[in-house]
């Protein structure tokens, strides 16, 4: 089995800074991707940022500048450096870890974290 752990969230004023982290372990051959994705009250998850294995990275347009994802491929974690945060960014953050699992690593398994709390408020 392959355990996703995120930590990091927490309440924040505007502007300010959060990093989130995450980990991914278990039965794992090999990572593809990595991600963050968040899901705010009443709306859909949508994709935060996401790198892949060979270090290409992805942005949700709203967070350009403001975020940075990072990862360390042999730890297979991944952190996501906030800044300028602002209230739109309250959400549950989710990390994502895209996997060739050990047992077969022809296929490719997602799976996710418990999701921590992001809140941007004064």
């Known amino acids: 089995q392959v355990q996703v752990v995120e930590s990091g969230g927490g309440l924040v004023q505007p502007g300010g800074s959060l990093r989130l982290s995450c980990a991914a372990s278990g039965s794992i051959f090999s990572t593809i991707a990595m991600g963050w994705y968040r899901q705010a009250p009443g709306k859909q998850r949508e994709l935060v940022a996401i790198?892949?294995?060979?270090?290409?990275?992805n942005y949700a347009d709203s967070v350009k500048g403001r975020f940075t994802i990072s990862r360390d491929n042999a730890k297979n974690t991944v952190n996501l450096q906030m800044n300028s945060l602002k209230p739109e960014d309250t959400a549950v953050y989710y990390c994502?870890?895209?996997?060739?699992?050990?047992?077969?690593?022809?296929?490719?398994?997602?799976?996710w974290g418990q999701g921590t709390q992001v809140t941007v408020s004064s």
């Open positions: 994502n870890a895209r996997i060739r699992p050990t047992a077969s690593p022809g296929r490719i398994d997602d799976y």
């Open positions: 790198i892949t294995s060979s270090g290409g990275t």
